[in-house]
């Protein structure tokens, strides 16, 4: 899933309750629905679903995965191979993943600018990618990595960037340039989550800074140099993790337990709906409200939430489902994660 004005140093930030009303209230959240999958290789898993700019959407994940299991180990298994297709109309569409060794899954889809990438080599949910790849239209093309592996993998109007962490310089953000990556300072965010933009001049970067605890951080682009956005000392320990940018004076965020809103001058932090797991996921609908997706947890899943109004609005899903990962399209939302023990796929409009 998958902008911004220029900040001042007296930008102000407001932890609120409750919360104000953002916009009038929409109509309910539309159901999602169930997608006919390609086939895939048991046991599957798909991780990520995310625009392609065209009105259909990428998905991603791993197929073939086993365990023979021997007590509690798991002393012979296979994380599996790669998953990656395109939704092209009412058909979904494979591409040859070039370069690609050993196992795992793809985890990370960025498109937008008229490119994709995608990142994988680990069977988990959130780990961090040793492969990365360019779509050049026919196939995925393999391109090399300043560091030892990417956390974080976003492309559009300002460029492409990945996040990387090596043993000698920990984490840090890069930029592609021409066939190479340029490190880019973002002061005041240590560790960057997301880098979204409207436009090459109009950009956010959300993250955390590092100390005792994790605190959370921003930044914007406004075409020229990165500028740290100050947040209250009221929002420590909880890190950025998505940011969408909507407008210059609509943008939105998340951390683990709160949505966030930026009105062009200050934020608002905006809780989680009630006994509701960990935030994992963000995507904007065409409408402008905010969609939220849980980290994976024990049954029965919470479904995702749509903003807006001032209230909290839950989607209603198919049972047994689990929706993970979310991408908002014109025609409406798409999710991905699992009905039952199966991967699954969702549309809603």
């Given at each position: 899933?998958?902008?911004?004005?220029?900040?001042?140093?007296?930008a102000t930030v407001v932890l609120s309750?409750?919360?104000?009303?953002?916009?009038?209230?929409?109509?309910?959240?539309?159901?999602?629905?169930?997608?006919?999958?390609?086939?895939?290789?048991?046991?599957?898993?798909?991780?990520?679903?995310?625009?392609?700019?065209?009105?259909?959407?990428?998905?991603?994940?791993?197929?073939?995965?086993?365990?023979?299991?021997?007590?509690?180990?798991?002393?012979?298994?296979?994380?599996?191979?790669?998953?990656?297709?395109?939704?092209?109309?009412?058909?979904?569409?494979?591409?040859?993943?070039?370069?690609?060794?050993?196992?795992?899954?793809?985890?990370?889809?960025?498109?937008?600018?008229?490119?994709?990438?995608?990142?994988?080599?680990?069977?988990?949910?959130?780990?961090?990618?040793?492969?990365?790849?360019?779509?050049?239209?026919?196939?995925?093309?393999?391109?090399?990595?300043?560091?030892?592996?990417?956390?974080?993998?976003?492309?559009?109007?300002?460029?492409?960037?990945?996040?990387?962490?090596?043993?000698?310089?920990?984490?840090?953000?890069?930029?592609?340039?021409?066939?190479?990556?340029?490190?880019?300072?973002?002061?005041?965010?240590?560790?960057?989550?997301?880098?979204?933009?409207?436009?090459?001049?109009?950009?956010?970067?959300?993250?955390?800074?590092?100390?005792?605890?994790?605190?959370?951080?921003?930044?914007?682009?406004?075409?020229?140099?990165?500028?740290?956005?100050?947040?209250?000392?009221?929002?420590d320990g909880e890190r950025f993790l998505?940011?969408?940018?909507?407008?210059?004076?609509?943008?939105?965020?998340?951390?683990?337990?709160?949505?966030?809103?930026?009105?062009?001058?200050?934020?608002?932090?905006?809780?989680?709906?009630?006994?509701?797991?960990?935030?994992?996921?963000?995507?904007?609908?065409?409408?402008?409200?905010?969609?939220?997706?849980?980290?994976?947890?024990?049954?029965?899943?919470?479904?995702?939430?749509?903003?807006?109004?001032?209230?909290?609005?839950?989607?209603?899903?198919?049972?047994g489902a689990a929706v993970l990962d979310?991408?908002?399209?014109?025609?409406?939302?798409?999710?991905?994660?699992?009905?039952?023990?199966?991967?699954?796929?969702?549309?809603?409009?």
């Open positions: 899933m998958k902008r911004v004005i220029a900040v001042v140093a007296t309750l409750p919360v104000p009303a953002l916009a009038a209230a929409p109509a309910a959240a539309p159901a999602l629905r169930s997608v006919s999958l390609p086939f895939l290789w048991p046991w599957a898993q798909l991780f990520e679903v995310t625009a392609d700019g065209a009105g259909g959407v990428w998905i991603g994940g791993a197929q073939g995965k086993y365990c023979l299991r021997w007590g509690d180990l798991c002393p012979v298994y296979s994380d599996g191979n790669p998953v990656v297709r395109r939704r092209v109309g009412s058909s979904w569409k494979e591409y040859p993943i070039n370069g690609w060794t050993g196992q795992g899954g793809i985890g990370r889809i960025a498109s937008g600018a008229g490119e994709t990438w995608i990142g994988g080599g680990s069977s988990t949910r959130e780990a961090s990618s040793s492969y990365v790849a360019r779509f050049d239209g026919a196939a995925f093309q393999k391109v090399a990595i300043p560091t030892d592996s990417v956390s974080m993998l976003a492309t559009g109007p300002m460029g492409t960037f990945i996040s990387g962490w090596d043993l000698n310089a920990g984490d840090r953000l890069f930029k592609r340039t021409g066939d190479n990556w340029t490190v880019v300072q973002v002061p005041g965010v240590d560790y960057v989550a997301d880098v979204q933009a409207l436009s090459a001049t109009d950009g956010w970067a959300v993250g955390h800074r590092d100390g005792l605890q994790q605190v959370p951080a921003v930044a914007h682009f406004d075409g020229a140099a990165w500028k740290s956005v100050p947040l209250p000392a009221g929002a998505k940011v969408v940018p909507v407008a210059a004076d609509d943008v939105w965020a998340i951390t683990r337990k709160h949505l966030a809103h930026w009105n062009g001058s200050a934020w608002t932090f905006i809780a989680a709906p009630a006994d509701y797991p960990d935030l994992a996921d963000l995507t904007v609908d065409a409408s402008g409200a905010p969609w939220v997706a849980p980290v994976e947890a024990a049954p029965p899943a919470k479904p995702p939430y749509r903003y807006g109004g001032g209230k909290w609005e839950t989607a209603t899903v198919p049972d979310l991408a908002a399209v014109p025609g409406g939302i798409w999710g991905v994660g699992t009905q039952g023990q199966d991967p699954a796929a969702f549309n809603g409009s």
